[in-house]
């Protein structure tokens, strides 16, 4: 009878492992899934097509800055990320999908260039005319990556672009941008990785469009067409 309680006990023991082994795989599914930056585009981009059917656009956008690290294993510093994305320090290829991925979610959440989410600023006549950009995210990268890259030319990242498949269709080049192989004229610039960047998207009228950019943050209002920042929120 002893060992029958023994035998039982032992099983117990096992399934508890196995349960709290589920568990905690479950949580890094979770976690790695990042379902609160989910949640944050989705609100933002059905907010920019409830706003492009409005006649009179004046319900404003509820979209969020999103700050991300791209990690190596290190935090970033001088960030306080609502997202840290985990990469091979080594592999150039990751960093710049992380960077694309960014790129894509941005021109994704502000209608792809199909919707009009401006208008004609009625309410705002002293609007009119004006390029209203969104601040999609704030970049950082931790200090693994700044050793093995300290810079990622603009020759490489074009080349991801040109490359790498956003879908089964298109490739992120043409899915950015509406370029096959047409080099980019100050849209691509080399990205140093001790800098903070930003991600940034907008536009004027339905003939403006403003398609996305990754800029040095101290640069975007100097280096893109951007007139005011009020589509998006810190």
């Known amino acids: 009878m002893k060992n029958k309680k023994g035998e039982l006990t032992t099983q117990q023991i096992i399934g508890l ?5 589920s568990f905690a795989i479950i949580l890094l599914f979770i976690f790695r899934l990042d379902l609160g930056e989910t949640t944050n585009k989705e609100i933002c981009h059905n907010s920019v097509l409830i ?20 990690s190596g294993g290190e935090d970033c510093e001088g960030i306080n990320p609502t997202t840290t994305r985990y990469v091979n320090p080594a592999n150039e290829n990751e ?6 991925d960014e790129m894509a979610d941005c021109w994704w959440m502000f209608g792809e260039g199909k919707v ?27 200090s693994r990556i700044q050793e093995r890259f300290p810079e990622i030319t603009s020759e490489r990242f074009y080349n991801y672009l ?10 992120y080049l043409k899915y950015l941008y509406n370029l096959f192989s047409i080099p980019l004229d100050g849209q691509i610039e080399d990205i140093s990785t001790r800098e903070k960047y930003s991600v940034v998207t907008g536009m004027k009228d339905k003939e403006d469009y403003i398609r996305p950019y990754f ?20």
């Open 116 to 142: 009009d989410y401006v208008g004609d600023w009625i309410s705002k006549p002293d609007l009119l005319e004006t390029r209203h950009c969104a601040i999609c995210s704030i970049v950082k990268f931790d």
């Open 162 to 171: 040109f490359s790498k498949k956003f879908d089964d269709s298109q490739t």
């Open 17 to 21: 492992i196995v349960l709290i082994t």
């Open 215 to 234: 800029i040095k943050t101290s640069e975007i209002e100097d280096k893109t067409p951007c007139e005011v920042f009020d589509l998006t929120k810190a």
């Open 95 to 100: 960093i710049m999908g992380v960077i694309a």
């Open 51 to 70: 706003q492009s059917q409005s006649a009179l656009k004046t319900g404003g956008l509820d979209c969020k800055t999103n700050y991300v690290c791209i």
